[in-house]
């Protein structure tokens, strides 16, 4: 019987307010959508949701408000069997996230942070509960000094910790110092190191950061670097997405899981991009994410291909 893992996460938790449209407008043009939502996410959120449907024993660190939107998000976190204790509720309203969703499943997303602003500290429960996890889920939709103060504590305890640097935005030197493992897509990898259009080039930069990086390339699979060794590329498994929203947080929470089970990367790196295919399939983030007997499905069906 593997190990039952758990994973603690530090991070946002948001109202998905989504309008599927066959063409996002551009500036200063109005067009009709199709269809509205309103849909569970927040990166930290999504993360979470993500490692406890991929079966781990998952704890999210955040804040949302005192609106039904607040409710809402606890609720929903609760279903998918994430333990929200650590989960305050703040007098002010719960983040919110405006996304547009084109016919090719692409996004374009607004985030206003409202209580996720508030996670800017860690409380004695907060660090406890950090040491007691098998590894560390952050982002960037809560302030850095609170991204800072988990890392850190993660790293006090021997515990591995796992950045999402999203949304882009330049690092400080001590997060990168206290990240274990950098998780980029490549915008944000070019974000951080300047080099375009060269994924494996920016990993390699990112290494003299951070000992260990996976630069996620969509269609593509993704490509893993670690100081020492020659980076190697994973293909994405099979797809047809119709919502890419959160298929990078289902990545980042089912390969916190296969790895905190002792899997080799590369095995970790196929099974969260089956986890990934499947999410991109059904509309929204979270509720998109697949359970642990979806992803084991997919991880054996056909790939789609080598990646570049
Ligand atoms: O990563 C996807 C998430 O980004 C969405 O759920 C939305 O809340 C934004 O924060």
């Keep these: 019987m593997t190990h039952t893992p758990h994973i603690a996460v530090l991070g946002s938790a948001n109202m998905d307010l989504v309008t599927y449209v066959a063409r996002a407008p551009q500036r200063g043009e109005t067009v009709t959508g199709r269809e509205f939502r309103t849909l569970p996410g927040g990166k930290g959120a999504n993360q979470a949701v993500a490692a406890a449907r991929a079966g781990a024993t998952v704890s999210l660190i955040g804040a949302v408000g005192t609106d039904s939107y607040g409710t809402q998000l606890r609720c929903a976190l609760a279903q998918s069997g994430v ?25 374009a997303i607004v985030v206003i942070p409202g209580a996720n602003g508030t ?17 560390l889920l952050l982002q960037l939709e809560v302030p850095v000094d609170g991204v800072l103060a988990a890392a850190r504590a993660a790293r006090g305890h021997g515990v591995r910790t796992i950045l999402t640097p999203a949304p882009a935005q330049p690092l400080p030197d001590a997060l990168l110092a206290a990240t274990d493992l950098l998780l980029p897509n490549e915008y ?3 974000t951080l190191t300047g080099v375009f259009d060269d994924p494996r080039a920016a990993a390699l930069a990112l290494l003299s950061h951070v000992p260990e990086v996976v630069v996620t390339l969509g269609s593509r699979g993704s490509l893993y670097a670690a100081r020492g060794a020659e980076p190697v590329t994973v293909p994405a498994r099979e797809t047809t997405a119709v919502d890419t929203t959160g298929a990078g947080d289902t990545f980042a929470g089912a390969l916190a899981v296969a790895l905190a089970e002792g899997r080799p990367m590369a095995d970790a790196l196929h099974w969260a991009s089956a986890a990934a295919a499947v999410s991109v399939e059904r509309p929204g983030a979270s509720a998109s994410m697949p359970y642990r007997k979806e992803i084991d499905a997919r991880a054996n069906g056909p790939a789609q291909g080598p990646a570049s």
Excluded at 128 to 134: P, R, T
Aim: glycine share 8%; net charge negative; aromatic share 0%.
């Design 83 to 107: 333990d929200t204790d650590l989960l305050r509720t703040v007098e002010t309203q719960s983040g919110t996230a405006h996304i547009v969703v084109d016919d090719k499943g692409g996004n």
């Design 119 to 135: 996670v800017d500290a860690l409380s004695a429960g907060d660090e406890a509960l950090i040491a007691s996890a098998d590894a």
């Design 188 to 190: 944000e990898a070019t």
